[in-house]
């Protein structure tokens, strides 16, 4: 996809770019799982506890989950390229289409490692 773009700038921009997008992603699966280990926890023991009050906990992870969805979404809009123009559209497409294979890549992994798993316990 990347080869679609006019130079090696151009895609080098776009790398950086789409790290913004990505970094932000992966930080709302961490405060998601912060907020589902909070809680549910009274199923989970642990010696340190980064902030006591449950409901402050609970409050600080939401605003963190929040905060980096809205970056991660807003990374989506291109920044090196004018709004309105083809190379703008373009941009902002192969931005949703590499997320989405990034995530399907991400979705898919724990399945094939299930799956060979399985083969490997029927072979036993």
Known sequence: MSGTLPDINAVFNWLLN?????????NCWLFLAFIAVRY??????????????????????????????VCAVMGFLPQD???????????????FLSVAVLFGAGMIMPLLARLEKRKASVQE
């Open 18 to 26: 789409l790290n913004g997008i990505v970094f932000p992603f992966k």
């Open 81 to 95: 390229v004018t709004f309105g123009t083809k190379a703008w559209d373009h941009q902002l497409l192969m931005n």
């Open 40 to 69: 549910q926890q009274d199923r989970f023991t642990s010696e340190f506890v980064y902030i006591k009050n449950r409901m402050g906990a609970l409050a600080m992870g939401s605003w963190c989950f929040l905060f980096s969805l």
